[in-house]
């Protein structure tokens, strides 16, 4: 039976030294060869020091092994996998395969990056023995963080193992497989050049500055805050150029291909140098001490303090209702973005099914590859796909035939739900079809309970999931009654869980700062002695429960996970117990919770003092907020499948936990707290105000008044948590803090 044991990485670039990296989070060692060891040892100290970080963990690097190909080649022997991600020349690429060829296992796996070299010309004249074991790999940077990986078979890739790859890298390294066609620079290079380029050609066109093409392309649309010039700077403008005229060359038959050429300003900045941050300037460039962000004036190529830009955008929540508003707008904003959107759909659709069979491929590239929030086809079905055809009628457009086709048959979306999911529209039959997924929808399963901020789900097998839906997923009383709902409901486990941007930012921070402005203390003692409750309701639960977190687990949620019986965390999931920097403590439970966990109050103090913050779940894991037996799924499609799965195995011969005590250190500990809280405040690295907040924290965990080192309840030291909280609450300084951090979203030094 095929497995993947090691891998080796041919191109310790950019590119290739940020794939092993990745191997490497996934627990696999690889080895990573250039011209040089020294070339493949930089390459490794690279893809560990830029940030946002190629590893989970640092340590992970010493699973790559750098060596060169003159002395060190043979080492593709031991590889199951060998991927070659050199410069995108041909010669260069075959030069190395060559070699590889007479050196690699005969069953190990053969596959290139390339993002645009088409794959024929790559295997031609080598073996029928290797063409059977090569295909295209192409992963997209950084490869952590990207979820895409687009597959390319070969004109002799055996199918078994192109489905092998296609599980592995799905479930082992966390990837969405978009499979490709062996056409120019595949799917999402293709349409997301085409987009890059139709910005350029619009915003040249109607004068739009750097900025104003910035505001317009990046968050209001869906897009992500580095949009499209900011974009352009971290890629590298000679990057874009080169894939763009590899593009032009590519593909002499499609009648758009002048929008993959660089445009005058473009080659004007590349001779001048300007190639982005890789240069110290391009679109924009940091200026003076204070690294003040100027942009450049493409009419003059001067740059000037970026400005803000002075379009009215609409600030509807729902993305659909905000891009269809913006594409009605009357001003310049609305004109621009209405071209851009209708050459974008217009293409993508005449490229089915030159580049893919399926609108769905498209879709998920875009996603997936570029991080937009909708592909093409959705983003026409948000706009409204029969405004959208009619509007392109009025504008001069032409539709594609297939189109045409789907409106005679009174087809009126892409997309569609029905009763056990999502169907998509089939362009060569003109019909629905079931759209597959690769792990649980929440969305698609039987609501049984529901509320504003929640509801309970019903995952079958008698597991049920609390689901969250709230804004920023900020825990608040719906919350609590669907999780106290999904305890008492007969089942046999509990997960929850959701499917948002975030897991949850905390506790409804707003709420807090009402009740304590309006002095309300009561009410404010009830809320906190509430989510203590339910945390400890969870953690002595008569069923297993499972926390599912992914992406920001801050503040209250992280205490929620501390208290479930079993975490199962995506790999990009950033916990922390972040209290300190609103000028609060940790009161759901969490200050108790990490004693019990750590046994150390020195390093609790450190950990929420310092509001420290994972960077991956495995950093969690190292920091304490879980457990060796926590599990950790690559896959953010397949997390919840991952904790129905372990729970539905604890609920086998499951047995409730009992009731713990808890070993404080009383007034001797925290005499030594406060002395270290002192050091940090006389090397002015807190503030203070910090002072008096963290010896809140230092008095709960030392117990309280206690005279000596003695075991305690953990409801005793709830009381102290909630007593620390409530009396911070009424301090000025706790309230300017939680102001300014529900104002700017960013903590408040006072």
Sequence with gaps: MRSIGRVAVLGAGTM?????????????????????????????????????????????????????????????????????????????KKSVWKKVEELRSSDSIVSTNTSGIPLRLISEGFSPEFQKHFLGTHFFNPPRYLHLLELIPGTHTDPKLLEFVANFAEQRLGKGIVQCKDTPNFIANRIGCFFCGTVFHYAQEMGLTVEEVDALTGPAIGLPNSATFRLLDIIGLDVMALVGGNLYEGTPQDPWRDRFL???????????????????????KRVGKEKEIHALDLQTFE?????????????????????????????????????????????????????????????RA??????????????????????????????????PTHVEHLRSTGVKSLYRNFAHGVEYVDFRTREFRPLESPGIVLKQQTILEFNAG?????????????????????????????IQEGLERDSVALVIANQGDVFSAGANLTLVLLAAQEGEWEDLSLAVQRFQAMNMALKYARKPVVVAPFSRALGGACEMALHAHRVQASAETYMGLVEVGVGLIPAGGGTKEMLARLGDSRKCLEL???????????????????????????????LIDDAKRVALALACGYVAPVPEMVKVGGLGAFAALKLGIWSYWQGGYISDYDVAVLEKVAHVLAGGGLSGEQTVSEQYLLDLEREAFLSLCGNRKTLERMGHMLKTGKALRN
Excluded at 21 to 34: C, E, K, R, Y
Aim: proline share 4%; aromatic share 10%; glycine share 10%.
């Design 16 to 92: 290739g030294s940020r794939i092993a990296a990745h191997f490497a989070n996934a627990g696999i060692a690889s080895d990573l060869l250039d011209i040089s060891t020294e070339a493949a040892k930089k390459g490794i100290e690279n893809a560990a020091r830029v940030r946002p970080g190629g590893f989970f963990l640092d340590s992970l690097s010493s699973l790559i092994t750098p060596g060169s190909f003159d002395e060190h080649l043979d080492r593709v022997g031991r590889a199951d996998w060998i991927i070659e991600a050199v410069v995108e020349k041909l010669d260069v």
């Design 262 to 284: 660089p445009p005058p300003f473009l080659k004007q900045m590349m001779e001048r140098g300007w190639l982005g941050e890789k240069s110290g300037q391009g679109f924009y």
């Design 303 to 363: 740059y000037h303090p970026a400005a803000k830009a002075k379009f009215a955008l609409p600030v509807f929540e729902d993305l659909g209702e905000r891009l269809r508003a913006l594409v009605k707008s009357k001003d310049r904003a609305g004109e621009f973005l209405w071209n851009v959107f209708a050459d974008y759909v217009l293409y993508s659709a005449e490229r089915v099914p030159e580049i893919s069979d399926r609108i769905v491929e498209v879709d």
């Design 366 to 399: 875009m996603r997936w590859g570029y991080a937009h929030k909708l592909g093409p086809f959705e983003l026409c079905d948000a706009l409204g796909f029969e405004a959208v055809c009619d509007q392109m009628e009025a504008s001069g457009r032409a539709l």
């Design 454 to 482: 929640a509801s309970l789900v019903d995952l079958g097998d008698g597991v049920l999931c609390v689901e969250f839906h709230s804004k920023m997923n900020a825990l608040g009383e719906d919350h609590m009654r669907m």
């Design 608 to 638: 929420i003092g310092q509001a420290k913050v994972s960077s991956s779940a495995l950093e969690a894991r190292e920091l304490g907020f879980l457990t060796d037996s926590d599990g950790v799924s690559m896959n953010p499609d397949l």
